[in-house]
């Protein structure tokens, strides 16, 4: 089995739908028999020191830079590999509140609805914003649930990329939207081929399939 350290940062107001989509990915998982689990590891806090404000159209923002919250991800990374020893772990994922930004002035000020990848020394940190995925959600009582599968495909693209899969054309999470309407009508899992990607890169933790975002 492989695991996937999971934290979240930022404030959510509704904490309960971060452990849903994890619970519901892991779920995923099991059924399609993939040796593969997100493992929470706590929440995680970037200190105050690297805080940024960004000057926006709706006005000032405070924001935390990508390169912090990498920085952040990749020693909780390094400590819960520690602490857990013996697990085959070395990848981290976080679900952030806030848009992403970057420091750096070829960075997409807002990407469009996906995450950000890093990896450093063998070890890879992924990041995902809720934000992009609460654009187009109209005030309706299945609002929460329609945010959550949005939520649980976005996991599923970038654990995707994390063990090497590129996009797809197919009906899968690993085909990215132009727009969030199209997202909701995709279907929760992997297509064939990205699938069968997916499980041979478990079964062969040395074999590289190129990187990508
Ligand atoms: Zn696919
Ligand atoms: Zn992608």
Known sequence: M???AATYIGNFGDKDLIF???DEVNRHFSEEGLPLRLLYVGRLD???GYVINLQTEKGSMRLYPLEAIIEALHSKLLQEMENKGSIRMNKIFALVSFPLVSRNPYFDFFERFFGIQ???GGLR???LSVKPFESELERSENRRTILK???VKGVLHEIGHGFG???CRNDCVMNPPERMGEWDRRFMGYCDACFRDLKRALEFPGLKMGERD
Do not use: D, N
């Open 149 to 151: 599968k949005r939520l």
């Open 165 to 167: 899969l590129g996009h």
């Open 20 to 22: 849903e989509v994890y």
């Open 2 to 4: 492989e695991f996937v």
């Open 118 to 120: 890093e990896a450093i």
């Open 46 to 48: 970037v200190g105050p």
């Open 125 to 127: 940190m992924m990041v």
